[in-house]
């Protein structure tokens, strides 16, 4: 086996949709924080070269104005929407940046090319540092997923889900899933953020991502049957160890903030996710530019669970 490569440089938060138009989109927080840069290509392996586009830029000043974080594209309902996170500035107020969610979209074909509209804030009925929102649909509903604070609950984040009145509007109660509460999840920052879902046979999957952004940010998992009530949190499963950590023999450190696609051959699940190839950051590791995007192949297991293998190899 081979140590795998960085398929995209300094692109953290990695986020790939293929699109029934057979191409592949491609977003990711950029090192200066300061916009959504989107690029497509035909294959995941040409997404490395294929021209880059800033779709929006933040404005200067106001509420969404700095630290533009972890974009995701989706298509809704009829429209690509990227999904994103922006604050107003880089103060920490209560031990936290003041992050809130926001969406831009866009109606045309072709969306690397096409206009975009920005749609203001997601909602969550919680007015806290919230980010990494992801969506996904199942059984006609649309659901929003996402990672925020809630006040009396120890740490930065906790995984919360609500289903979608639209696109950019969530509907009822936030329902939490998850908080951090393992050893591994609480390295450094206690944290749950990064949600991602992948669906295989009858169970709907979610990653997420745990601990400080350095060496010790590893990857999570839950689970829920197909058929069962996602909005009971009791319906989903948690597994107590992380399902991909640093592999620091092959010098791969932090894996996490992952998303999924699938291959050319339309079958293969692919698992996307960013992580350094060095430990020795000098500051804030979110100031440290080098978190690059990876992508492996996804094994299942006979009982039909994700096998995530080794952050360093494609096996």
Known sequence: MTVLKPLIEQRADPHIYKHTDGYYY???????YDGIELRRAKTISELAT??????WH???TGPYSDLIWAPEIHFNQGAWYVYFAAA????????????????????DDNPVAGEWTFEGKIDTGIDTFCLDATTFSHNGVL???WAQKEVGIRGNSNLYIAPMKTPTEIEGEPIRLSIPEYDWEIIGFWVNEGPSIVKHGNKIFMTYSASATDENY???LLWADQDADLLDPTSWSKSQQPVLRSSPENKIFGPGHNSFTKAEDGETDLLV???RTYTEI??????DPNRHTFVKKLKWDEQGMPVFGDAAFDD
């Open 50 to 55: 294929a021209e880059t586009v800033m779709v």
């Open 26 to 32: 491609f977003t990711a927080s950029v090192p200066a």
């Open 88 to 107: 107003p500035s880089r103060e920490i107020k209560y031990d936290l940046f003041q992050h809130r969610m926001y969406a831009i979209s866009c109606k």
């Open 143 to 145: 659901y929003y997923v």
């Open 218 to 220: 590893a990857m999570g």
């Open 282 to 287: 000098e500051g804030d590791p979110l100031w």
């Open 273 to 275: 996710y960013h992580a």
């Open 58 to 60: 933040k404005p200067e």
